[in-house]
């Protein structure tokens, strides 16, 4: 009998072209990760320098130390200061009422509305989401000059007038409610609202315990992306607030310093940083409802 021996190029090949891949597998890798962390960097870079220069003593405002110097607490007391005629504190509860009512009506109606969109057949459907897909693109500035005249009609500048700035805030909310709620409500499994209805369940305890459970996930994170819509709405709310109802973003925007013409830098930045903890806040309370509603739709077999 003949031995069959291997070809031993044939095996240098082989091993040549599995480190040719590998090397390309970790150039590809690398050459993400990097994109990555430029991405990250670009992005949270502003926030840290806001943060940083919110820390620094006034004297040192300009400083270019890249990392915290000269930190002090001054800032965060003069941001809540009412001596130089900033109500911040009182903005900030002004514009957790107005987010929060906005949130609430854009998500019950939002809800409602995607829901007969996903589920439904009717004539004019993709009509009716274009129209809402294109009232979210309205520019906001085009609204201005319609919506004082007709808030000053009704009297709704003077005084605590929330609803002049809640209401606009959910005419822009409402339309990216309803179009990020069909977009996921479409992706679900309907066999299981159609098992339910089998089973004895009404339309409405079939939409109550079987497909709210399952849309937690988007139902939080539009909540989310609706409530921050309207804390960071500055352009109505420069228009239409009053002393009684000034959001955050107009208190700001309102700052002054000690002397005239003087900008308060690093007030100004104290305060944005104030701005994003109740956002960091209501992320971290909802993150476990997330969680839960990803893993609500699990069917066990």
């Not at 990097?34 to 840290?48: E, R, S, T």
């Not at 006034?58 to 130390?65: E, L, R, W």
């Not at 004082?148 to 809640?166: D, K, M, R, T």
């Not at 003087?262 to 007030?267: D, G, N, R, S």
Request: proline share 5%; hydrophobic share 50%.
């Amino acid at each position: 009998m003949s031995a069959v021996t291997a070809d031993p190029s044939v095996a240098t090949t082989g091993v040549a072209d599995q480190e040719i891949h590998q090397r390309k597998d970790t150039g590809a890798k690398v050459r993400m990760y990097a994109g990555l962390v430029v991405l990250v960097l670009w992005g949270l870079a502003p926030a840290y320098w806001m943060i940083v220069t919110g820390f620094r003593n006034v004297g040192y405002t300009f400083d270019t130390t890249p990392w915290p110097t000269h930190v002090t607490l001054d800032n965060f007391r003069t941001a809540f200061s009412t001596d130089r005629g900033n109500h911040f504190g009182a903005a900030l509860l002004h514009s957790i009422i107005i987010g929060i009512v906005t949130t609430v009506v854009a998500m019950l109606v939002g809800m409602f509305a995607a829901y007969a969109m996903a589920r439904l057949e009717f004539p004019g459907k993709y009509i009716i989401l274009g129209i809402i897909l294109g009232a979210s693109m309205f520019p906001g500035v085009a609204l201005v000059s319609p919506l004082f005249s007709l808030f000053s009609n009704l009297g709704w500048l003077q005084g605590a007038n929330y609803q002049s700035l809640i209401i606009p805030n959910i005419s822009f909310a409402l339309p990216l409610t309803i179009y990020t709620l069909t977009a996921f409500l479409a992706e679900m499994p309907w066999d299981l609202e159609e098992s339910a209805r089998i089973d004895g369940c009404t339309p409405g305890q079939a939409f109550r315990k079987v497909m709210l459970p399952l849309a937690t996930p988007g139902l939080f994170t539009t909540a989310i992306l609706a409530f921050i819509a309207s804390w960071n709405e500055f352009l109505l709310a420069s228009q239409f607030s009053t002393k009684q109802t000034q959001t955050v973003t107009v208190a700001i925007a309102s700052f002054t310093g000690a002397q005239p013409h003087q900008e308060p830098y690093t007030a100004v930045m104290a305060a944005g940083t104030i701005v994003t903890v109740p956002l960091i806040i209501m992320v971290l309370i909802f993150q476990r409802w997330i969680v839960s509603g990803l893993t609500a739709g699990g069917v066990k077999g």
